[in-house]
């Protein structure tokens, strides 16, 4: 069973920065797309940014050019540092891997930002 396990959350001040870590069980090149999706309370789970096993990462319009995406595969782990951080980017942060029909998701971790 693919686990992956989310790390690095916690509160930060607005525009401060923070990365999160996802670990996997499995080689993370087993999968054919890993990201992070974000839940804020009262809305709807929504794609953060992505990374396919063989191209390049791709972000939602709202993080674009504050929000890394990369991974190390000998670790296992996809991260995404976050920038520039809003009050807007609070939200539990969920990892996601697909390969081919199944999907797997870690079980989220707190990002607040707060003054």
């Known amino acids: 069973q693919v686990q992956l396990v989310e790390s690095g959350g916690g509160l930060v001040w607005p525009g401060g920065s923070l990365t999160i870590s996802c670990a996997a069980s499995?080689?993370?090149?087993?999968?054919?797309?890993m990201g992070w999706y974000r839940q804020a309370p009262g809305q709807e789970r929504e794609l953060v940014a992505s990374?396919?096993?063989?191209?390049?990462?791709k972000y939602a319009d709202s993080v674009k050019d504050r929000f890394i995406l990369y991974r190390d595969g000998a670790r296992r782990t996809l991260y995404l540092q976050m920038n520039s951080l809003k009050p807007e980017d609070t939200a539990m942060y969920y990892c996601?891997?697909?390969?081919?029909?199944?999907?797997?998701w870690g079980r989220g971790i707190q990002v607040t930002v707060s003054s």
């Open positions: 996601n891997a697909r390969i081919a029909s199944r999907v797997y």
């Open positions: 499995e080689n993370i090149f087993f999968f054919n797309t």
């Open positions: 990374i396919p096993v063989a191209d390049s990462p």
